[in-house]
């Protein structure tokens, strides 16, 4: 079981463009989640997805948008890049229902220049 | 609205003495505390979680208290080693399907030799 997997690892963007990122859930797990963490920061939910739907967001603008596939994974994609968006972006699944232990993928580490 | 707060957020212990990292929540739903260890450029491992139904957990040399009233919880490390050197995340959840995990700003800890 190779757990949860990001995509890419590291990515340099410019102000304005717009970004995808990739998560693999782990195998068995149907809830994916996505995680903002800033340099010296804890992680702040971004949005949850669940059966193709966002079920719950945070506090973040709509440029930030996500999908989620048949297969469970799950894309975050961000537009209008702005410096403020660098950051480890992680994704965590897990299975729906309450109190489900969440496995975190690595990250991806975006930075805007 | 929802918030943890968490303190110290530096620690630096003598190798074998104990740590002590303490949090504070405001959400009265909250029913699950997980707690979180990142060690440098990696994912946010789970090292010990409590559930509201419960006022003290231990797992080895980590321990975890819980006080619903007051909205406090507590991660104790006992023996520390070098390797427990790392940036530790308090966090609460609330009981639903769609629960979100909001996390504490972190404490690093270092252990010295």
């Known amino acids: 079981d190779a757990g949860v997997t990001q995509s890419p690892t590291h990515l340099i963007k410019t102000r304005g463009q717009q970004v995808t990122l990739r998560c693999s859930p782990k195998?068995?797990?149907?809830?994916v989640s996505w995680y903002q963490q800033a340099l010296g920061q804890g992680p702040q939910f971004i949005f949850q997805?669940?059966?193709?739907?966002?079920?719950q967001r945070g506090n973040f603008p709509d440029r930030f948008s996500g999908h989620q596939f048949p297969n469970y994974s799950s894309e975050l994609n961000v537009n209008a890049l702005l410096l403020g968006d660098s950051a480890l972006y992680l994704c965590?699944?897990?299975?729906?229902?309450?109190?489900?232990?969440?496995?975190f993928g690595q990250g991806t580490r975006l930075t805007v220049v | 609205g929802e918030n943890v707060e968490q303190h110290p957020s530096t620690l630096s212990v003598q190798e074998g003495d104990s740590a002590v990292i303490k949090c504070t929540y405001s959400?009265?739903?909250?029913?699950?505390f997980p707690w979180y260890k990142q060690e440098l450029g990696k994912r946010p491992q789970l090292i010990i979680d409590?559930?509201?139904?419960?006022g003290e957990k231990k797992d080895q040399r980590i321990a975890v208290t819980l006080n619903k009233t007051a909205k406090h919880f507590s991660l104790h490390i006992t023996e520390t080693q070098p390797e427990d050197s790392a940036v530790y995340f308090c966090?609460?959840?609330?009981?639903?399907?769609?629960?979100?995990?909001?996390f504490g700003s972190g404490t690093r800890l270092s252990i010295r030799p």
């Open positions: 965590a699944s897990s299975t729906t229902g309450p109190l489900s232990e969440a496995f």
């Open positions: 195998s068995g797990h149907d809830t």
């Open positions: 997805y669940y059966e193709e739907e966002e079920r």
């Open positions: 409590i559930r509201s139904n419960v």
């Open positions: 959400d009265s739903a909250s029913n699950y």
């Open positions: 966090a609460e959840e609330g009981y639903s399907s769609a629960s979100k995990i909001i």
